[in-house]
């Protein structure tokens, strides 16, 4: 969907029409102009419209859309059937309520909803309205509608017998229809990954029923289908197949201080799925129901250009003014902006425009992701925190994912994390000239150690040129060429050192490196570090487009520019680019925008 990116600026923000009074429209949409807004988004709600069921009143609509119109601006519709929203009953009306998603009875209402809007809005397609988006944040909503709905059909689907899945689940059923979902993790088996994937195949199936239906009645302009950032309820990939293009909708802490790394996970996983990256909530203010959240003008610095730093192509701020259920926008319910916030906005406009054009963010290495074992994890409230993450995190390095249950294009190196479960392509990707590396990790296809150092192992000179901490793997005879881990002496209290002194020069064969077709698996039996991760790079001979060297601070590389983000106080941080050290002084809770001029000097230009 590229077209749609590349013909017109996706920077927005939410408007309500029905929520603020009708005389301050004109203000607010003024403010809207004033910040930089291009693309305004609307939800048209169904519970606001219909006055009686198949009764509809649309003379609000209209207005707005009028006025919007006139103002030049480009509209993003959502309308629904579901919209969340903190509105009565998620905005269904209430004929509708008592029927889930999958009930032939809610779809027939919802398809009679989606044609009578689809005829307001359709002359205004590509003239005004750019883009629609297919219900909201879609979840089959199991705690109000029910566990099981289709269950039954969806094992039979999988499994074709009865017999097939007593062997897998160890149980004696008779016939589907007697197995109910098991969605919450008492015991992590094979029952509970049958209910999560049930869970992502009913909010995919209910997507492609929606897509449909608008398509059905007319729309012709591209579709829009987003989710929040969690992983448990929708599966990204499938989603971002199905629709035009496709957001997620994070709301990050203030000023990103309990949640900054989880959000760049997430900036990267987009870009994992979609070509054109987008964020179609991006948390401007809050809901009522989180009182004591307040949000800093750096607050919005820090996160937009964290989003542009992630490759992101363009997003709606969601709101852009107060209303019932909302506070700290921009703008109050009557378009005054709020100079402070206006200022960080406008700031972050001419961040979005500055690099709208550039190329993805240059990603030195990936890491493997599989969507369903992050997805139980989740689920099971698991600790997901692969040390590689978090060491990934702390050196502020641009890497990629990888779905590893799809075909994908070969990083220069894949690291893996987490469980996976389609190694083949692993091997795969080795196979035909790719640099696998596992950090303490095995997947199936790898020589199992014959054992570890001790756990409290510490200081060992690894042969690859860096010194770990923690235990390691140990091999007799490992296959390919041996890593070795060496004691290093640990100066202890006089009485103890001469036991320590025995440990010193012990030598572990920790991991191993062997070539397999074309390409190359290391196993590195040591926890993943920040000088082991470099030491990699360099035994591959591949080159990080850009390095933080200051602790706390992140970088980015796109094209000729580099983004310096700083989630902390201000200070002069230090980068590395083509092995040259440049010194950048940073403001706080944000961050520059370097350019190159071509022989290797960098210059800041916002």
Not at 199 to 227: K, M, Q, S
Not at 296 to 309: I, V
Not at 476 to 495: C, K, N, S, V
Request: charged share 25%.
């Amino acid at each position: 969907m590229s077209d749609l990116f590349d013909q017109q600026a996706m920077i927005g923000g939410e408007v309500h029409y029905g929520r603020v009074q009708r005389q301050h429209w004109g203000a607010i949409l003024d403010a809207a102009r004033e910040l930089g807004i291009e693309v305004l988004a609307s939800y048209m709600m169904w519970e606001l419209h219909e006055r009686r069921e198949g009764e509809y009143d649309f003379t609000l609509l209209h207005e707005f859309m009028a006025e919007v119109e006139k103002r030049g601006f480009k509209l993003l519709a959502r309308p629904g059937p579901f919209y969340y929203s903190e509105w009565r009953n998620l905005g269904i009306p209430d004929h509708a309520v008592p029927f889930g998603k999958h009930h032939p009875e809610f779809r027939r209402k919802a398809s009679n909803w989606i044609r009578a809007i689809m005829a307001e809005i359709r002359p205004y397609l590509r003239r005004l309205i750019i883009a629609v988006q297919a219900d909201n944040e879609i979840d089959p909503m199991l705690h109000f509608y029910g566990e099981d709905q289709g269950f039954g059909r969806w094992l039979e689907a999988k499994y074709d017998t009865i017999g097939r899945l007593n062997d897998a689940w160890g149980t004696s059923y008779a016939d589907f229809s007697e197995p109910l979902p098991t969605l919450t993790p008492f015991v992590e088996d094979q029952r509970l990954r049958d209910g999560c994937r049930y869970r992502y195949d009913l909010a995919t199936d209910y997507a492609r029923w929606v897509i449909g239906e608008f398509r059905d009645h007319g729309c012709d302009v591209p579709i829009l289908l987003n989710t929040w950032p969690g992983v448990d309820a929708q599966h990204w990939r499938d989603l971002a197949d199905l629709a035009d293009f496709y957001g997620i909708d994070p709301y990050p802490s203030n000023e990103c201080q309990a949640d900054y790394r989880y959000f760049r996970e997430r900036l990267r996983l987009l870009r994992a799925v979609t070509a054109d990256p987008y964020i179609a909530e991006f948390g401007s203010g809050i809901w009522h129901g989180m009182p004591n959240r307040e949000y800093t003008p750096d607050h919005y610095r820090l996160t937009t250009l964290t989003a542009l730093a992630g490759g992101v192509r363009g997003w709606n701020w969601y709101m852009l003014h107060d209303r019932d259920n909302w506070h700290g926008a921009p703008m109050n319910e009557r378009g005054v902006l709020r100079p402070d916030l206006a200022e960080a906005f406008k700031q972050a406009v001419g961040w979005f425009h500055l690099l709208r054009d550039a190329p993805p963010p240059q990603a030195s290495c990936a890491v493997a992701w599989s969507w369903h074992y992050h997805q139980v994890a989740q689920i099971c409230k698991r600790d997901v925190d692969d040390p590689l993450f978090e060491v990934l995190h702390g050196m502020g390095l641009e890497y990629d994912f990888v779905d590893v249950d799809r075909p994908f294009a070969p990083p220069l190196m894949l690291l893996a994390a987490g469980q996976i479960e389609q190694p083949q392509r692993l091997w795969e990707y080795v196979e035909q000239g790719g640099n696998l590396v596992l950090f303490q990790r095995l997947i199936e296809g790898c020589m199992r150690p014959d054992g570890t150092s001790h756990p409290g192992a510490s200081r060992l000179d690894v042969s690859l040129g860096f010194v770990s901490d923690g235990p390691v793997f140990s091999y007799r005879r490992p296959p390919g060429t041996p890593i070795t881990a060496r004691q290093l002496r640990i100066t202890a209290d006089a009485d103890q050192q001469r036991l320590w002194d025995l440990a010193t020069g012990r030598t572990y064969t920790t991991g191993y490196v062997e070539r397999r077709g074309r390409g190359t698996v290391m196993v590195v039996g040591c926890p993943p570090s920040r000088d082991a991760i470099l030491v990699v790079h360099r035994h591959f001979g591949i080159e990080i487009p850009v390095l933080a060297l200051t602790p706390g601070v992140h970088a980015s590389r796109r094209g000729d520019k580099i983004i310096a983000l700083n989630p902390g106080e201000a200070r002069t941080a230090k980068l590395m680019i083509k092995g040259a050290t440049h010194h950048v002084d940073l403001p706080r809770c944000s961050g520059v925008v370097l350019q190159t001029d071509g022989c290797g000097e960098f210059r800041c230009i916002a």
